[in-house]
């Protein structure tokens, strides 16, 4: 699998701060994926990016690839207290079409 | 309901006594894959199956056995666990590999003694 660093590990903010983690890798990639796990909870999917340059919103969050396909970012904007939980990236590219890592997750707290 | 079932969901064992998490989706995915979460490490992959019959190493597969006998099931096997084995474990499917949502189960809480 694509190795990535993510970054930061933990970040702190205000409820209404805007919060972004970013995903960035050595090597190009085919895709990304992110997902968000709550406290005690399982990973769950939120988007897939493809294309260079592309950009998705769904409501506060905002998601980038970069237009080399190596860096992705998630933005949320005016962060609310169920926003917390684990952002993780997991890259995808070369030929493996099974083996996948993820990146080592942003722990998000937002303080009311 | 479309889902991804694991067994046990809290499990603590001594070292040495051979254990299998069973793992179950009823969503006709082709790929299923096992993780374990260690804090400061994220969500690294064990072992991968692309269909039935067919399994592949993750980046840490040192210690774990899979098999794929159906394309519903899925279990991760200890045959000897160690207490480094000591983690949170999650099944995950997806329709074909990645470029595609991963589901995944509710994760198994492993200690071992």
């Known amino acids: 699998g694509q190795q990535v660093m993510q970054i930061p590990q933990y970040q702190h903010v205000q409820e209404g701060e805007d919060f972004t983690t970013y995903c960035n890798s050595s090597?190009?990639?085919?895709?990304i994926q992110w997902y968000k796990q709550r406290p005690g909870g399982h990973p769950v999917f939120l988007i897939q990016l493809v294309k260079s340059g592309e950009v998705k919103k769904q409501k506060r969050l905002t998601f980038q690839f970069g237009e080399a396909k190596k860096n992705s970012s998630l933005h949320i904007t005016a962060t609310q207290t169920t926003d917390v939980g684990t952002y993780f990236c997991a890259p995808a590219g070369g030929t493996s079409y099974g083996k996948l890592t993820f990146g080592q997750g942003t722990i998000l707290t937002v303080h009311p | 309901e479309a889902q991804v079932t694991q067994n046990p969901r809290y499990l603590i064992t001594v070292t040495g006594k051979k254990l299998t998490v069973t793992c179950s989706q009823n969503m006709n995915h082709e790929y299923m894959s096992w993780y374990r979460q260690d804090p400061g490490l994220g969500l690294r992959q064990i072992y991968y199956s692309m269909n039935v019959e067919v399994t592949d190493k993750g980046d840490v597969p040192e210690g774990y056995k899979v098999s794929r006998k159906e394309k519903r099931n899925f279990p991760l096997i200890l045959e000897s666990p160690s207490p480094n084995q000591t983690s949170l474990y999650f099944c995950a499917s997806s329709l074909w590999g990645y470029g595609y949502e991963q589901y995944f189960g509710p994760g198994t809480r492993l200690t071992v003694t």
């Open positions: 090597t190009t990639l085919s895709n």
